[in-house]
């Protein structure tokens, strides 16, 4: 071995590092003034529209998501939206890697899309003030009797026409591999009268991973949209399995 060739190789690696970080930092500023600046506008539309959701979450998706994920340098492609009925309430489901899957989902999905948080994003400056003036559901962890009332409220947001995510596996993967669906999720859909929509995420965690600070890197993130799953007569329990068995389908085809 050559030690002038490992110091030089050793040098780069630390430059290539440090650019990574500069760039990193630059890209989270950039996301802060950016959603700031977007729910600002959004909720500005919506106080003067006397409370009009409709605008406001499209802004979400044709404006806000698409900027953070340029930004982020992601290409996001979308398969299956096509056969989707759009007009139609769903709770959707998905796989979840990262804080990004919310924009990806925002930018595949081309209708008004709620989501149910967590009840930690209430406190969120910005993102939990446009989360609570759009209508949507924050849940508790640790009180279930909050999390049912919670659960409740999501059925009826459904029921009014909502198309409603869930990340059904509770939290972030870490390693790619996808937890087993809770049901307590699909007591939405049941409770609604609602099909559930499953949908693959695939790329989120490599753009932005969910250990760690803030550290993109460019990569084409992949939407796959399945098929709407009736629950006319079912339990939870085998929608919980069935839904997880397609969005593992939809990750395992090539491309």
Known sequence: MNPQTDSLALDAGRLQRLLWAAANAVQ?????AWTAGWIALALAVW????GRRRVPLRMASRCWAPGLLWGAGARCEV???ERVDWSRPYVLVANHESVIDICALFRAVPAPLHFLLKQEMRRVPFVGWYAR???MV???RENR????????????LVRDGAILCIFPEGTRSRDGVVAPFRPG???????????????ALAGTGAVLPPDGLFRVRPGTIRVRIGTPIPTAGRDRQALAGEAREQVLALLARRG
């Open 133 to 135: 003036a759009m209508g």
């Open 28 to 32: 989270f500023a950039f996301t802060l």
């Open 47 to 50: 106080a003067l529209s006397g």
């Open 79 to 81: 398969e299956g939206a």
């Open 185 to 199: 999720a699909f007591q939405t859909a049941l409770a609604a009268g609602a099909e559930v929509l499953p949908v």
């Open 138 to 140: 924050f849940i508790p």
């Open 145 to 156: 009797r909050a999390a049912a009332d919670s659960l409740r409220r999501s059925a009826a």
